[in-house]
T-cell receptor
């Protein structure tokens, strides 16, 4: 069963505009959420995270929003840059933190 | 500080052979995780190890797969008698001893192709 879902396989955005990547989860025991970025032939790189006690976390151009009641989180990238083109994975973990549960990923293409 | 290292980067095996994938965690990290990514899918957790101990192997197939993280040397993921369905990218991640958050640092992966 897919506990973390990224329903948009791909997203195309113009350079300078906002990119919004979405993620839904089903397991109410998740209390920590992360976003990873992955280029082809490389491993995922940690981007930003959020604890379930918060509803927003910001780091430079990247902001993650968490809506616990809707079991939904989103990653906002603004302004988007061509170098942001990659696959973005949403991941979640429970408090014991031993493993990450990943979504299937969203391919982001930023056009210049 | 070198990142997580995995070797080989690419591995080709024929059906029935053994595959050994190696992972050296970041310096100071004693927690190692293995994930598998099948084509068009996200990463799936396989196993979590600390030095000399398997902590959680709930994602490991029951047969043919094993993992170890000895006191000295890299972590090894071993796949015996490989089949075509084992073809995937295998990623190793590590995290430090004291983790207040769950950030895991990933290696570049080993791409296994079974002919």
């Amino acid at each position: 069963d897919q506990q973390v879902k990224q329903n948009s396989p791909s997203l195309s955005v113009q350079e300078g505009r906002i990119s919004i990547l979405n993620c839904d989860y089903t397991n109410s025991m998740f209390d920590y959420f992360l976003w990873y970025k992955k280029y082809p032939a490389e491993g995922p790189t940690f981007l930003i995270s959020i604890s379930s006690i918060k509803d927003k976390n910001e780091d430079g151009r990247f902001t993650v929003f968490l809506n616990k009641s809707a079991k939904h989180l989103s990653l906002h990238i603004v302004p988007s840059q061509p170098g942001d083109s990659a696959v973005y994975f949403c991941a979640a973990a429970t408090s014991d933190g031993n493993k990450l549960v990943f979504g299937a990923g969203t391919i982001l293409r930023v056009k210049s | 500080n070198a990142g997580v290292m995995q070797n080989p980067r690419h591995l080709v095996r024929r059906r029935g052979q053994e595959a050994r994938l190696r992972c050296s965690p970041m310096k100071g990290h004693s927690h190692v995780y293995w994930y598998r990514q099948l084509p068009e899918e996200g990463l799936k957790f396989m196993v979590y190890l600390q030095k000399e101990n398997i902590i959680d192997e709930s994602g490991m197939p029951k047969e043919r797969f094993s993992a170890e993280f000895p006191k000295e040397g890299p972590s090894i993921l071993r796949i015996q008698q490989v089949v075509r369905g084992d073809s995937a990218a295998y990623f190793c991640a590590s995290s430090p001893d004291l983790v207040s958050y769950n950030e895991q640092f990933f290696g570049p992966g080993t791409r296994l192709t079974v002919l």
